[in-house]
């Protein structure tokens, strides 16, 4: 019999538990959300100890809204994904470009590892001053 594993990580909003005081702590598909959101927004060098964790994603707001640019953005998120969230299979990665916003639209579709249902992420990503 094939043990379920529920993952677990602190909350980011960082609002304390009413009762207890404590962090509360985010579980199963929204610690893997979580956890892929900070991926993507995190940029080389950020992490001590770590340079190599990072998404090249905030370079490239910064570049002529391309379809090559388009296509660097999916490269580096599908990157990202799949060398440092090893609870998610990937399934697919769409990057739409929102001229009028000055940003992109990117819908991450990947399955948790022993969960059949596939999970969806949207982001908008954006250029901050």
Do not use: W
């Not at 992490?47 to 296509?71: A, R, Y």
């Amino acid at each position: 019999m094939e043990s379920r594993r529920t993952f677990t990580d602190i909350d980011f909003s960082f609002i304390r538990h009413p009762i207890t005081g404590d962090i509360p702590v985010v579980a199963g598909v929204d610690a893997i959300k979580q956890a892929i959101r900070n991926l993507i927004y995190t940029q080389h060098y950020e992490k001590l100890f770590h340079p190599e964790i990072g998404c090249h994603t905030t370079g490239l707001l910064f570049e002529n809204i391309m379809p090559s640019t388009q296509i660097m953005i999916k490269k580096s998120v599908e990157t990202v994904i799949n060398n440092y969230e090893p609870r998610a299979n990937l399934i697919n990665v769409i990057v739409q470009v929102a001229p009028d916003d000055n940003g992109y639209n990117v819908r991450i579709e990947y399955s948790v590892r022993n969960q059949p249902d596939p999970v969806i992420i949207d982001l908008f990503l954006e250029r901050l001053r």
